[in-house]
């Protein structure tokens, strides 16, 4: 069976995993299964872009032990062929909220102390006005950017459910001034995308999925942004913590909880900006329980952010449906 056959075989798959970025297929063959992995041609991009997948996925494969094994690359057309790990999808028996099996947050440690291990050296290369090593400052005000500017391009398409919304015209005023306060730590490796659907089960071990997103910069932001993702209960979420500055380096988890604190913050107003975007999209044409369950997760992530505005949690779904009618009845 040949590369371009297994491609044609997941196009014509009814049955895929898709996120924001690829359409994921298993595809038998002879040797047995593989995931051919398709990007999505008309996907926004709403996420600090660095590297290709592939070229992150050999980087880290001398060191980290459960990540999908690259088989294949195409240019034209675009596609990536992975093995195919067999297992359960972390999201589908432990939904956001919920406490996750016991060895996960052990493996979620393991996994982010093995890449503060890549040397430099070994990285994929970096464009030349990224942040210097160390200069966690620069990083934050890099994803600080980004934001600003996923917000001003869609204001014009936005403004009145942002202003509905409580997103102020400027929403990162509030964290833009703390950037240089940052401890500076060692740059590493991030997978930048740790969430429960990028998660699978499998034998008491767990797989990290989803490698296109990896950035090159601060330790700190992984756990920020894998804490903002996970939503783990609280004493489940202090125990990842406590994992994490046990046995990292120092050096990558050194700095006050304020710097943790500012990540998250900026994660939450990204999230109210991009998924007030997103979830307006998918709104369109969605059924009832479909909808219900989108508006009912995008009043969370905007009450989340609220109070960084100095505004009350106080966005219900029927305000969320209101603002959005306009989008629902598309």
Known sequence: MTWTTLYERALASDEAAAGYYNRNVGVATPDGRVNVRIPLAAADVMDVRLWRE???????????????????????????????????????????????????????VALMDQLTRI???????????WPEPGDSPAFGRLLGDFTRRIHAEHLDAYGDVFAAFGVPTAPLAVVDPLWAGLESRPFAVLHADLHRKNMIVSDGATWF??????????????????????????????????LWQERLPDRSTAG?????????????IKSAIVDTI????????????ERSFLIGRLAKKLNAARPIWGAPPDMTPQRVAEALAPWIER
């Open 54 to 108: 592939e070229d992150v996925l050999a980087c880290i494969g001398p060191y980290v032990g459960h990540a999908p094994e690259l088989r294949h690359v195409s240019e034209r057309p675009r596609f990536q062929v992975h093995h195919f790990i067999e297992g359960r999808v972390l999201d589908g028996f432990c939904p956001r909220g919920s406490a996750v099996p016991p060895h996960v947050p052990a493996d979620v």
């Open 119 to 129: 040397p430099s050296e070994k990285t994929p290369p970096l464009p030349l006005d």
């Open 209 to 242: 999925l989803d490698w296109e997103l990896a950035l090159w910069g601060d330790p700190m932001y992984e756990i920020a942004i894998h804490f903002h993702k996970m939503d783990y209960p609280e004493g489940q979420r202090d125990e990842v913590l406590r």
């Open 256 to 268: 006050p909880r304020s710097d943790l604190d500012l990540y998250t913050a900026h994660e939450r």
């Open 278 to 289: 997103r979830y307006s999209k998918q709104l369109v044409g969605a059924a009832p329980p």
